[in-house]
């Protein structure tokens, strides 16, 4: 394809990687996972990291940890604010775990939650908010933070999509009580299917590695206050005690992982290099909105909005791209609300939810990857000139 949603960033180190898993005979969970984890922390800068086998599993695993700490639970029937627009299984825990959740809308230019909605959406139930970082573009992960922090609140981050962006110095994933990252194949840092959770509090991560792993007891360590180890090996070595999942990644992933965390910071960079591009083609055009970045946007892709105050057929567009082969797509979803698996949810619309609406009806994204894209982004304007006509 001319111009692909996303490529591979993986070199001769990371088949070196794999190819040394492979003569070590060791596939399951082990070292190369745990040495990722490290890695992980370290950079940044968080007490705990936890690899596990997607973004998805991080979000159904941290959920569910937050359903079995010892001081204040989630529970069935709490709510949960949420945006409009984020990834579906960003939603499909706090479903599974009976949650109600409160939907607010976006802002059109950031196309994250609009915090001006956020005490329209407090009620005496409200336990959690979810901050959902879309696209490399930074929430108001600083709002978000005080607002939970007023109100006893837990401050969930989904940054399955904004993996090395920055707001006032701190990194996105890192402002809530738990982060989530994505590992899959198109994002910051491919392991091709792969997730973290990260946490600064030792018991929640420590009901996560039980979770992660049939809620056995197995994992962890000796001094953990989450259960009482007893003396017999033979019991000890099969002891059940959360309802858990299997969410281990492989250590093929966790070796790759090691590899590509070394080149995050220079893929990055790559990336900012084809926004600056992006913005300088795109920003000035009445007939696009663009993503406006908050703090540092690690741009995972590039948003264009028709326009809603200009008629300019989006079918037509969308057909010219296709005819240039370059890929596009819906963003992250559009409206959740639209979908239809809405229908299995409890939940609630806090005012009206206008912009995630034009979002999915006049948006879509096009691939940024972590390597020069100018001939690609050239080729885009010009199609988009020609196609994008009032
Ligand atoms: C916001 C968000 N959360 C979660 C996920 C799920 O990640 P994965 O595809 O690794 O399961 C994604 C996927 O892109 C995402 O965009």
């Given at each position: ?8 960033s993986?070199g001769p ?5 794999l190819q040394r898993?492979?003569e070590s ?6 070292e190369?996972v ?7 922390a370290r950079?940044?800068g968080v007490?705990?990291?936890?690899m596990v086998?997607?973004?998805s599993?991080a979000?159904l695993v ?8 010892k001081?204040?639970p989630?529970r069935?029937g709490?709510e949960?604010?949420v ?5 579906a299984?960003?939603?499909y825990?706090?479903q599974q ?5 409160r939907?607010v809308d976006?802002?059109l230019?950031?196309?994250?939650m609009?915090?001006s909605q956020?005490?329209k959406?407090l009620?005496p139930?409200?336990?959690?908010v979810?901050?959902?970082s ?7 992960l600083g709002v978000?933070?005080a607002?939970?922090?007023r109100h006893?609140?837990i401050?969930f981050e989904d940054n399955c999509e ?14 809530g ?5 994505s590992t899959?194949?198109s994002?910051h ?11 600064d509090?030792t018991?929640?991560y420590h ?6 792993a049939?809620?056995w007891t197995?994992d962890?360590?000796a001094?953990?206050?989450?259960y009482e180890r007893?003396?017999?090996?033979f019991?000890?070595?099969y ?5 858990g999942?299997?969410?281990?990644p ?11 965390l070394k ?16 913005q300088k083609?795109f920003r000035a055009?009445r007939?696009f909105?663009i993503q406006?970045?908050?703090g540092?946007s690690?741009?995972f892709?590039?948003t264009?909005i028709?326009n ?11 057909k010219?791209l296709?005819?240039?082969d370059?890929?596009?797509r819906?963003?992250t ?5 639209r979908?239809d698996?809405i229908?299995y949810?409890d ?14 009806d006049?948006g ?6 972590p390597h020069?894209l100018t001939?690609?982004l050239e080729?885009?304007?010009?199609v988009?000139?020609a196609?994008?006509r009032?």
């Amino acid at each position: 394809m001319f111009y692909d949603l996303a490529s591979s960033s993986w070199g001769p180190e990371e088949i070196a990687a794999l190819q040394r898993v492979i003569e070590s005979g060791r596939f399951t969970m082990g070292e190369h996972v745990e040495r990722f984890e490290e890695a992980f922390a370290r950079k940044f800068g968080v007490k705990h990291a936890l690899m596990v086998s997607s973004g998805s599993t991080a979000n159904l695993v941290g959920v569910a940890a937050l359903c079995y700490v010892k001081d204040r639970p989630l529970r069935r029937g709490d709510e949960v604010i949420v945006p409009a627009i984020a990834w579906a299984t960003t939603y499909y825990p706090l479903q599974q775990h009976g949650l109600r959740l409160r939907f607010v809308d976006v802002e059109l230019d950031t196309l994250n939650m609009d915090v001006s909605q956020l005490e329209k959406a407090l009620t005496p139930r409200t336990r959690m908010v979810v901050a959902v970082s879309v696209l490399g573009n930074p929430c108001a992960l600083g709002v978000l933070r005080a607002f939970c922090d007023r109100h006893g609140l837990i401050l969930f981050e989904d940054n399955c999509e904004s993996m090395g962006a920055m707001l006032n110095g701190k990194p996105a994933g890192t402002f809530g009580n738990i982060g989530t990252f994505s590992t899959f194949f198109s994002h910051h840092i491919s392991t091709m299917e792969g997730g973290v959770i990260v946490t600064d509090d030792t018991e929640l991560y420590h009901v996560a590695r039980s979770l992660r792993a049939h809620g056995w007891t197995r994992d962890l360590p000796a001094d953990t206050t989450i259960y009482e180890r007893r003396e017999d090996d033979f019991f000890e070595a099969y002891r059940f005690i959360l309802p858990g999942y299997n969410a281990r990644p492989l250590e093929l992933a966790g070796a790759v992982g090691v590899e590509q965390l070394k080149k995050l910071n220079a893929m990055l960079a790559a990336r900012r290099r084809n926004a600056r591009l992006f913005q300088k083609l795109f920003r000035a055009d009445r007939r696009f909105i663009i993503q406006r970045e908050n703090g540092q946007s690690s741009w995972f892709c590039f948003t264009l909005i028709l326009n809603p105050a200009l008629v300019i057929d989006r079918a037509r567009v969308m057909k010219a791209l296709k005819a240039a082969d370059i890929g596009y797509r819906i963003i992250t979803g559009g409206n959740f609300l639209r979908h239809d698996v809405i229908r299995y949810f409890d939940y609630e619309r806090v005012g009206e939810i206008r912009n995630a609406d034009i979002a999915h009806d006049r948006g879509f994204f096009v691939g940024n990857h972590p390597h020069d894209l100018t001939p690609q982004l050239e080729r885009l304007r010009e199609v988009l000139d020609a196609a994008a006509r009032p």
